[in-house]
């Protein structure tokens, strides 16, 4: 199949599986199911639809939208129209998707977002655009712009006999040189790039999770993470590329109520996502009486001898398993039950995941498969296989990819997977590439004696204190961030003589503290100024990295009575921290840290 175009397999899917459910999502609070017929029927007429708005080939359509089963819907239409899909972040400014729509030449515009719908509105207006379609039956606010259709109106303008023949001669230029999507990077140090994927980079990618991830007919996935970045776009397109159930979430703050309704298999998320649950438990577990708190400790214990064993690949003792096995059905049973109870694999990837947090949910049962990518490599360089657990590592390279370290210790990576380059950026692309072409990935590591890929620290993010000394931000902040106590921490560094760090508190595990102490105030700023309360924290920063490096660990901090936003900028869509916007953000916050 890897050697097929994708909307070839798309299509021997939609031959094969006809009334098969396909995707489901959610209409006026209830599931819903399209089959594999209804996304054939569907995305042909969504391309036919643009083929009568002016769609050329070869033309870049936005789409700008939280999670729905009409953004894969118009996602496959674009590239059945033989055009190029350009995703936009549902939390971008104004500003942000206008750059976007200029850089990529975007004329036409899918919106599923109300709050973005004005936006769109505007930039309609302002002539960016020429069509904006709204991905829903009825449009958010009255309209009488006939450049704006509703989902169902470009639906029935693709009911057209005469367009299906163009259509399909389209299909039949299609190469597997043409791209298929252009992707802007977030945006964490500098302005976003357009990276520019083809249909060979897909095919390449979809063999290579075939021969490393095995899906079956009966998963079911939950599409949690934006899909306008690319881990949980590719991932998408492989669990169609197998067959597998999509399902779509459009609020992701929703996804503990949703794991129960959809009992999924399989899930991709972020380290963030189980570095807050791990921290949720613990809180939970602080609370509880001793003898509980004693018996999750002994259940840890044991999971903590499982994961060893299994690092080792050692069976495990008669005595070890019956143990073990009471202690999932008093302990660890419940915690997977609340994610839905039926989940076979867990990818996860994006960001550093700390050993602990990671040692944690495998001893609990949980089959995480950790993994390292980027955007540019069209997601996955490594991932773990089934049959290990290389902990403390990101697992083997993906089959056909050479992974060498160059400079620094810099990851490069080689293989049918890289981008072609930077949209309308030349200079850049050059700059990323090597000579014998590898990809300069920005980020550090090594390979250890198994072929496991190791990262270590951000490159591009390695702050340099004034003493000469270099501090890896995620290092300090995935130590502390994992305290039950510390919601969010952005760690300060570079040119200044020592670290200091601004720390959003956990602030219902705070309140509780400080009920249990007797401690009353007024509002979260007087809760933040008492000096309990500072001290408190401080004791549990100066436990937590007593492991860093001197010149590593906080001296001094800052808690903040708000959290880290992407409506502010001041977040990635996949959590990451735009660190300069934060630097200014609270730059008087800062200052006053190196005042003292």
Request: proline share 5%.
């Given at each position: ?375 540019e490599t069209l997601a996955t360089v490594s991932c773990w296989e089934d049959d290990c657990l290389p902990l403390g590592s ?203």
């Amino acid at each position: 199949m890897h050697e097929l175009h994708y909307l070839d397999v798309i299509r021997k899917r939609i031959e094969g599986m006809n009334d098969q459910p396909a995707l489901r999502g959610q209409h006026q609070g209830q599931w819903q199911d399209v089959s594999w017929r209804q996304l054939g029927q569907q995305m042909d007429c969504i391309a036919q639809g643009l083929i009568a708005l002016g769609h050329g080939e070869g033309d870049r359509v936005g789409i700008l939208s939280p999670n729905l089963v009409s953004w894969t819907l118009a996602d496959l239409g674009i590239l059945a129209a033989r055009g190029v899909t350009v995703p936009l972040y549902a939390t971008n400014t104004l500003a942000q998707s206008n750059y976007v729509l200029n850089d990529a030449g975007i004329r036409i515009l899918f919106v599923g977002d109300q709050e973005q719908f004005a936006n769109a509105c505007e930039l309609l207006a302002q002539g960016a655009l020429q069509h904006l379609i709204w991905l829903g039956d009825s449009l958010p606010q009255p309209c009488a712009d006939a450049r704006i259709l509703t989902l169902p109106q470009l639906l029935t303008l693709g009911d057209e006999a005469s367009l299906v023949q163009i259509r399909q001669a389209r299909e039949t230029r299609m190469q597997l040189s043409d791209l298929f999507t252009l992707v802007y990077t977030s945006g964490t140090t500098g302005e976003p790039k357009g990276v520019m994927l083809d249909f060979a980079n897909l095919a390449a990618a979809m063999e290579q999770h075939h021969r490393r991830v095995k899906l079956t007919p009966q998963d079911v996935s939950l599409c949690m993470l934006p899909l306008s970045h690319i881990y949980e776009r590719g991932w998408s397109f492989y669990i169609l590329y197998c067959g597998v159930l999509n399902v779509y979430m459009s609020d992701p703050r929703q996804v503990m109520q949703v794991l129960n309704e959809v009992k999924p298999t399989l899930m991709c998320a972020v380290p963030r996502i189980y570095e807050k649950a791990y921290a949720q438990i613990q809180a939970k577990v602080a609370a509880a009486p001793a003898w509980r708190r004693a018996l999750f400790a002994w259940g840890c214990r044991l999971g903590d001898k499982v994961v060893a064993r299994r690092q080792a690949r050692e069976r495990l003792p008669l005595w070890l398993r019956a143990s073990y096995g009471l202690a999932d059905r008093l302990i660890f049973r419940p915690i997977r039950a609340r994610f839905g109870g039926r989940i076979r694999m867990l990818p996860i990837g994006g960001a550093r995941l700390a050993d602990e947090v990671n040692r944690f949910f495998l001893g609990a049962g949980f089959p995480i498969k950790y993994g390292y990518g980027m955007t540019e490599t069209l997601a996955t360089v490594s991932c773990w296989e089934d049959d290990c657990l290389p902990l403390g590592s990101t697992g083997r390279p993906m089959p056909g990819l050479q992974v060498r370290l160059g400079p620094d210790n810099e990851i490069q990576v080689k293989g049918p997977t890289m981008m072609r380059g930077y949209f309308n950026k030349p200079a850049a692309t050059a700059e990323v590439f090597t000579e014998d072409g590898y990809l300069r990935t920005g980020d550090a590591g090594y390979l250890d004696v198994g072929g496991n890929l190791v990262f270590t620290e951000r490159l591009k993010e390695l702050m340099k204190t004034s003493t000469g000394k270099y501090v890896a931000p995620q290092l300090v902040e995935g130590t502390l961030g994992k305290d039950r106590f510390i919601e969010q921490i952005a760690i300060i560094a570079d040119a200044r003589h020592y670290v200091s760090a601004l720390i959003v508190p956990c602030f219902q595990s705070l309140e509780e503290y400080a009920r249990s102490i007797g401690l009353s105030y007024q509002n979260k700023a007087e809760l933040l100024s008492n000096l309990k309360v500072k001290e408190f924290f401080e004791q549990r920063i100066n436990e937590l990295q007593q492991g860093l490096a001197k010149f590593e660990q906080v001296k001094v901090f800052t808690l903040l009575p708000r959290p880290f936003a992407m409506e502010k900028g001041e977040l990635t869509p996949t959590l990451k921290l735009r660190r300069k916007v934060i630097e200014q953000a609270f730059r008087h916050e800062i200052e006053a840290m190196y005042a003292k």
